[in-house]
């Protein structure tokens, strides 16, 4: 049985070397993420959709659930990037 090592390269944005690790607990931050995201987008392009305009969705609505997709979908590849670092 394999397990994650205490630290993860969790913060690419960082320089490389201990900057870049976190503690492996906060791998939970992609999903969670993700998962919020999704609501609040979905909410709100509801909103703008049903007030701006009655026959069909409006342009922001549009955007904002297009990005829900590409901001999942970028949290998922982060996601399984770290795991398959791990994976023999």
Known sequence: KRTLPAKIPLW????WGPE?????????LLPASSFLII????FLAKKFSSATNKEGSSILADILTWSTLFFTFSNF?????????FSP
């Open 77 to 85: 590849l982060s996601l399984m990037r770290i795991l398959l670092i």
């Open 12 to 15: 690419y944005s960082k320089e």
């Open 20 to 28: 870049r690790l976190a503690p492996n607990f906060l791998l939970w």
């Open 39 to 42: 609501i609040l987008n979905l």
